[in-house]
């Protein structure tokens, strides 16, 4: 009986003529892969580090010249320790003279040359330009910007008079930084040109629109700093523009036809804009130097991008109109608008006339709203106005920064709370009396007295299904 509770049980033998299967990574040597994947590896690296891989390997000592891009650029070439002076111009001309002649005869598809401009550039970039053409470039990016811009007219002179007919045709993305051009007699434009990017471009208005107008292919185009001093206004359709930014311009007009546009960034000052039928827009980003009324931006914004949903609206907002405005004009198609608003002292009182801008989206679902706004008024006025119910039946969040506690700051939050019937988000985040941040201690007094509003003003008509968020 106690052999039998005490006896062990035999473990299994194993069967060591079964085959065992051990999982182990695969061994995969950089020597191992291709000429051409080994080709699009050492595409992505600087061109400095490209070329030190010719140490690695036998096999490797010429295999950068097969890159297909080249991207040159000052502090890569040159290193940050000399950073500026004739030396250091010399030594990133001579970097790039020597890389080019190592690709003489060969296919680049990308070249990228990135340093700020020097007078004793000139002719070398010629010489560059030339080997992008005879290289069959179909991408080439000449940024010249400087680090102090302000004030200098000696922009690099692209020669449009070397592209022959071929490298037109072949040219598919074009950056030009820091540069000027005059457009040759006759000149066809770039067919195929897909991707424009003008910077700190000194051009006449003819030219620039005989160059636009002949981008018939063009689908993302961006203006930085380029002052025409005059309207822009094409005479082409541009039908495949999908994206168009503008900033920093000083142009009096813009009139263009981009049917298929879907995002519109604009920088600046306020000046006319016409896009012309652009039914596929859906992301605008707006961003205003000087003063926007009210009435400007909720008749005139929505025809020039009617069916955009969603919109970034940053400007100083001069509140000196009637309390609430009603226009025809409607964002019918607007789901998420985001305003950032600078308003003075004496505009504080009347920030209830900015409900105006539910009205004239009825379907938005999301609502920011960013205050800059100083009050030394912190006392709530009683009674608080109130506007007539107008239900804004699809708003679920609202989302306010800068919340400081004035009374036109309550007054509008109230008024959008008691018509969001859906509403299942309230944030509110808090400011002090200049519109700054609040530090911890500051936020654990906004968070104690911001809870006292809400029992005064909105528990009882806020939707029962709201999140309030205080932070």
């Not at 950032?340 to 539910?358: D, K, V, Y």
């Not at 808090?430 to 609040?438: E, F, K, N, R, Y």
Request: charged share 25%; hydrophobic share 40%.
């Amino acid at each position: 009986m106690d052999s039998h509770l005490t006896r062990t049980s035999k473990r299994p033998r194993r069967c060591y003529h079964e085959p065992v299967i051990k999982k182990t990574r695969a061994k995969v040597h950089l020597a191992d892969l291709s000429e051409d994947l080994l080709s699009v590896v050492l595409s992505k690296l600087p061109i400095k580090d490209a070329v030190r891989t010719g140490v690695l390997s036998s096999k490797w000592r010429h295999m950068w010249r097969g890159c297909s891009k080249l991207k040159f650029d000052g502090i890569t070439v040159c290193g940050s320790g000399v950073f500026g002076g004739q030396e250091y111009t010399q030594k990133f001309i001579d970097n790039v003279n020597a890389v080019m002649q190592q690709h003489r005869c060969m296919v680049v598809d990308e070249l990228v040359i990135k340093f700020g401009f020097d007078s004793r550039l000139m002719d070398h970039v010629n010489t560059w330009v030339d080997f992008a053409i005879s290289s069959r470039t179909k991408s080439l990016a000449l940024d010249f910007a400087p680090a102090k811009f302000m004030g200098r007219t000696d922009q690099y002179k692209f020669p449009v008079q070397l592209l022959d007919k071929g490298s037109i045709f072949r040219l598919r993305h074009l950056r030009l930084s820091f540069t000027s051009f005059e457009l040759p007699p006759q000149f066809s434009g770039f067919p195929n040109l897909t991707t424009l990017d003008l910077h700190m471009l000194r051009v006449t208005r003819k030219d620039l629109q005989d160059m636009l107008s002949n981008c018939v292919n063009l689908e993302w185009l961006s203006m930085i700093r380029c002052h025409l001093n005059d309207e822009l206004t094409l005479a082409r359709p541009l039908s495949k523009l999908l994206y168009l930014s503008v900033a920093h311009c000083n142009i009096t007009k813009i009139v263009l036809n981009a049917v298929k546009l879907k995002t519109f960034m604009f920088y600046g000052r306020l000046y006319p804009i016409d896009l012309g039928c652009a039914p596929e827009l859906k992301h605008a980003f707006l961003e205003f130097y000087s003063s926007v009324t009210l009435e400007h931006a909720l008749t005139v914004l929505p025809k020039v991008i009617s069916s955009v949903q969603d919109l970034t609206l940053r400007a100083t907002f001069p509140l000196k109109m009637p309390l609430l405005m009603e226009t025809p004009c409607k964002f019918s198609q607007l789901k998420y608008l985001d305003l950032w608003l600078i308003l003075r002292h004496e505009e504080a009182s009347n920030i209830l006339s900015l409900a105006s801008f539910l009205r004239a989206a009825p379907y938005v679902e999301k609502l920011e709203m960013l205050f800059s706004v100083y009050d030394s008024m912190h006392e709530i006025s009683k009674p608080i106005k109130s506007l007539p119910r107008c239900p804004h039946n699809y708003l679920k969040n609202l989302h306010i920064t800068g919340f400081s506690g004035t009374t036109g700051q309550l007054e509008f939050l109230v008024h959008a709370v008691e018509n969001a019937p859906v509403l299942k988000m309230l944030t509110i985040k808090g400011a002090d009396m200049t519109g700054c941040d609040l530090d911890h201690i500051g936020k654990r007094r906004f968070s104690f007295q911001f809870r006292e509003l809400e029992r005064a003003y909105l528990r009882g008509i806020i939707s029962p299904n709201a999140e309030l968020r205080i932070i």
